[in-house]
């Protein structure tokens, strides 16, 4: 298991504006690019063991998607799928990068899977980790969240705490630190996080997934799928229904790892995208 440095705060140093609101980003190392996309409710932190891994010999790019993790949080924001691509556009440009590796994790996945497909933006190589990409999604606390929303978002603090707790431990296998806890709630926490949580969890819809799976079959570069074998959010049978729809992609299944593979397993993480560049080079 890699080790993991633990800073006291995880916070992305870039800043990129995207009309208007503020989205926190990082680049490490050089090389050919790499960018890695996170999923719900997490942030750029699942990525803290592999950026130094994979920055030995690529220039690494990550970033909070917008709501989330460092990146601006504020009353009456679109945080969903629908604007997630959007934001991943202006991004590749601001980064000037047209054809990079692309890793995503859960949304993230979604989010390059519609940024390709909906946006026309090429890659050289997309590695997935038990992404969103069918319909119908949800787990049992973002349905019943969404059918009551407002009172979850009234939750005493304490409450919403120990919710978030039970979510965030149900995605793993492996027992989190303390600190990598607090890595995961803080962006979630006070009166302005615990709104932007539910806020996100209320703009979960299916139409986004319904929008692109049926195109799977136009993705224009080699495709890597990477489950965890215990994923108890998105279970491993439906990820051998998505392979089914990406016939010329590669599917690998990660022993002993639950929903949250960057975490559970961030060698098996490296180790996929690696072996997806250097097929490549072949």
């Known amino acids: 298991m890699f080790e993991s440095s633990t800073p006291e705060t995880w916070r992305p140093p870039e800043t990129f504006e995207f009309r208007g609101q503020e989205i926190r980003y990082g680049v490490s190392g050089e090389g050919e690019p790499v960018v890695l996309l996170h999923g719900t409710p997490f942030s750029s932190v699942v990525w803290r063991r592999i950026v130094p891994q994979l920055a030995r010999k690529h220039r690494v790019h990550y970033f909070d998607l917008l709501g989330y993790g460092c990146s601006e949080q504020r009353e009456g924001q679109d945080v969903s799928l629908g604007v997630q691509n959007l934001v991943f556009t202006e991004l590749l440009d601001h980064w000037g ?9 859960d949304f993230g996945g979604t989010t390059a899977l519609r940024t390709h497909l909906l946006d026309g933006r090429d890659y050289r190589s997309l590695t997935l980790i038990d992404p969103v990409a069918l319909s119908p999604h949800g787990s049992e606390l973002v349905r019943t969240a969404r059918r ?5 978002t009234e939750l005493p603090d304490y409450i919403h705490e120990a919710v978030l707790r039970a979510y ?33 969890v209320a703009q979960m819809d299916d139409r986004y997934t319904d929008e692109i799976q049926d195109r799977y079959d136009e993705i224009r ?12 959010w998105v279970p491993l049978a439906r990820g051998r229904e998505l392979a089914e729809r990406m016939p010329h ?15 559970d397993a961030p060698e098996a993480v490296v180790a996929a995208v690696l072996d997806s560049l250097h097929r490549l080079d072949r």
Do not use: K, N
């Open 249 to 263: 992609a590669e599917f690998g299944v990660v022993p002993a790892a639950g929903h949250l593979v960057p975490d």
């Open 168 to 200: 965030i431990g149900g995605a793993l296998r492996r027992p989190l630190s303390e600190q990598e806890m607090r890595y995961y709630l803080e962006p979630w926490t006070g009166s302005r996080g615990q709104a932007a949580f539910y806020r996100q």
């Open 221 to 232: 570069c080699p495709v890597t799928l990477l489950w965890g074998e215990q994923d108890a």
């Open 148 to 152: 009551h929303g407002d009172a979850f």
């Open 97 to 105: 990068l047209d054809s990079p590796h692309v890793v995503g994790h």
